[in-house]
């Protein structure tokens, strides 16, 4: 991929995830896809830029919390990362900053929910041994009215080691009709925000707390989530992530066992037994409210973080 393509493809995706001036200093994405459009081969972005009459320029105030105030020394524009040697993926931009920072940097600890055990759960639920045989338990369950009016169930899906793991609400319409999680809209903005942060479908695995569809899409009954969450609690104890990344309310409450809002739970790196848990915004809330994609961007860079550096720990 030449370096004009992979910076298309960095800036769709920032768009997407609602960026609009950060990547260019002084300079809209909207502007900077028309030079793209516009520019011929020189491969020198600055210069290409600079040609179409963006001067880099302090910016004023954003309208919104800025992801990173100035582009600073440490972190210089993308654009000049994709126009040198094309990296094999963009680099995610810099570090989130809208979660008030410890003193040392790191984002502030959450909520605790359990320990740190090799067992997750130590009641007395049904202890499947594998993500095939809860599905199977999924596909019989009849333990809340909601298997009557579904057309599948929609156990969750992806790698059974995932590091990441994403876990929403409850299946939609899509979902009912294809037995498969966040493949509708809402699916399709959260495969988008997992490229931005350089994981696949298939890296990840993605769940639900409820895995059969309720009657349009009214929220989750306070039963249905008793009855159903042990199979997605004993999901992430088969899986064992190194994140997990709770979308939305209801698994963000759910895990966490608490009432917040989503508005005070992320920015904070909970526990789940052991696993950090960020929260943030489900993707079909972006839909609804744009405004929350950058809070969200902000927080899948820190589920990124954490990521990298569980990984590095080994
Ligand atoms: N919304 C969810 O919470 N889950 C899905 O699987 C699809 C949409
Ligand atoms: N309300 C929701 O239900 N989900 C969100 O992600 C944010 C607000």
């Given at each position: 991929m030449d370096a004009r393509e992979q910076l298309r493809r960095y800036l769709e995706q920032r768009r997407e995830l609602g960026?609009?001036?950060?990547?260019?200093d002084g300079l809209s994405v909207e502007d900077a896809m028309r030079v793209l459009g516009a520019?011929?081969?020189?491969?020198d972005w600055r210069a290409a830029l600079k040609a179409a009459g963006a001067t880099p320029a302090e910016r004023s105030a954003p309208a919104v919390a800025p992801l990173a105030p100035k582009p600073s020394p440490a972190s210089p524009p993308r654009v000049e990362a994709a126009s040198a040697a094309p990296e094999p993926r963009p680099a995610p931009a810099s570090e989130p900053a809208a979660p008030p920072k410890g003193s040392d940097g790191a984002p502030p600890s959450g909520l605790v929910v359990g320990t740190a055990s090799h067992e997750l759960f130590g009641g007395n639920q049904p202890r499947f041994n594998s993500l095939e045989e809860i599905a199977a338990a999924v596909a019989a369950c009849t333990k809340c009215g909601l298997y009557k009016g579904?057309?599948?169930?929609?156990p969750g899906e992806g790698n059974p080691n995932a590091e990441f793991m994403c876990v929403g609400e409850a299946p939609g319409a899509k979902e009912d009709e294809t037995g498969r999680p966040f493949v509708g809209q809402a699916g399709q903005l959260l495969t988008k925000i997992l490229a931005a942060i350089n994981l696949t479908r298939e890296d990840v695995f993605i769940g639900n707390v409820l895995k059969h569809r309720p009657p349009g899409n009214r929220n989750p009954l306070p039963d249905e989530i008793a009855a159903c969450s042990p199979y997605l609690i004993r999901q992430i104890e088969l899986i064992r992530p190194k994140v997990i990344l709770a979308l939305g309310t209801f698994a963000a409450q759910t895990l966490l066992?608490?009432?917040?809002s989503i508005g005070k739970l992320r920015g904070q790196v909970h526990r789940y037994y052991g696993v950090p848990l960020i929260v943030t915004y489900h993707p079909a809330a972006l839909l609804r409210n744009p405004s929350w994609k950058r809070p969200t961007w902000e927080d899948v860079q820190l589920a990124r973080r954490i990521l990298d550096d569980a990984r590095a720990r080994g």
């Open positions: 960026e609009s001036e950060f990547v260019l520019a011929s081969g020189t491969g579904a057309l599948n169930p929609v066992d608490t009432k917040l």
